[in-house]
């Protein structure tokens, strides 16, 4: 279907999820008992590669794993997703490891040891050039270095490649660097640090046009149950959610962000490429865990059919949660 089309090329983390289930998430101090325990590949970068990849697009990862038995399990999932690894590197050590505690309504809290993921390179990158060069867009997120972050937006800006940021877990970023990425998509926790608040997004407008006064080209902001705010230099759009029952949000805007890059690349146009990623957010939180949540193609378009019959799409969950 998607012979010969350049390929998404995820830059990023590969971990392994060790997912616990509760009644509720505990508070500072608290010892609560789980219900449930689940091992799953995870990583933001891996989590958005499968997303891509579940959907039936190429796709091609940059990244890092350990030598430990993680890391070949890792390995093996994603080629067994479709992910083609040949720019995954492995080095001597552990692999990322998520430990992820889920509640009851899907909610989630998540602690992350980055392993080998916080040992991936510039140099990884140059070693990568031809993966890069060959790129229809670039994706990538913040659990990796920084500096690798800097180095990739700064080869996209050279060959012409667009980049797409994932800009989580949120952290400062270089002042210059904003200027090199096509498109930034925070949730509303993300999009309050970096706009400096905390009165959360009631109003995604103001907030958007912050975020591009600062140098970015296209801002995505993930808003949950709310769906999605699209803006640009030619549009702005507040996208509905639609109508499902959240039972993990875990990797919600994973599943968001590997869509809309798929969609960017399938001439879906953006804010259309939104709107069939908020339906594959909202598909991914019906399931347990990461990588194993993220839809196939026929779902994604059978649910944005399915709103397009429904002058109100309701709105229960959406790409907030990561």
């Avoid at 309050?192 to 970015?216: E, H, N, Y």
């Avoid at 080209?217 to 699209?230: D, E, F, Q, T």
């Avoid at 993220?294 to 378009?301: D, F, S, T």
């Amino acid at each position: 279907m998607f012979a010969g089309k350049k390929p998404v090329v995820v830059v990023g983390s590969i971990n392994i999820d060790l997912v616990a289930n509760t009644e509720r998430i505990p508070v500072e101090g608290e010892t609560v008992l789980g219900t449930d325990f689940q091992i799953h590949p995870g990583g933001k970068g891996a989590n958005q590669a499968v997303a891509v990849a579940r959907l039936g697009y190429p796709v091609q990862m940059i990244g890092r794993l350990g030598d430990d038995a993680f890391g070949a399990q890792l390995r093996a999932h994603l080629e067994g997703a479709g992910v083609d690894v040949a720019g995954v590197a492995t080095t001597p050590g552990t692999s990322g490891v998520a430990v992820i505690v889920v509640g009851q309504k899907g909610e989630n809290s998540i602690v992350i040891t980055p392993g080998a993921n916080a040992l991936l390179t510039p140099q990884d990158l140059d070693a990568n050039i031809e993966i890069l060069r060959s790129a229809g867009l670039v994706l990538t997120q913040l659990e990796i270095p920084i500096e690798t972050v800097q180095h990739l937006a700064k080869i996209c800006a050279r060959e012409g490649v667009p980049l797409i940021l994932d800009p989580a877990p949120a952290k400062e970023l270089p002042p210059d660097l904003l200027k090199d990425v096509a498109w930034f998509t925070p949730n509303e926790t993300e999009a309050a640090f970096f706009i400096g608040t905390t009165d959360g997004l009631s109003d995604p407008a103001p907030m958007a046009q912050t975020l591009i006064g600062k140098g970015v080209k296209g801002v995505v902001l993930k808003l949950g149950s709310r769906g999605a705010y699209v803006a640009s230099a030619e549009f702005r759009e507040l996208l509905s959610s639609f109508a499902v029952t959240a039972i993990d949000t875990t990797a919600a805007g994973d599943a968001f962000n590997g869509a809309f890059a798929t969609g960017l690349l399938m001439q879906m146009g953006a804010l259309e490429s939104a709107r069939f990623a908020n339906a594959a957010a909202a598909i991914s939180v019906t399931r347990a865990g990461a990588q194993p949540s993220m839809p196939v193609m026929a779902e994604v378009e059978q649910m944005v059919q399915r709103a397009r019959g429904n002058s109100h799409p309701g709105a229960k969950a959406g790409a907030e949660s990561e």
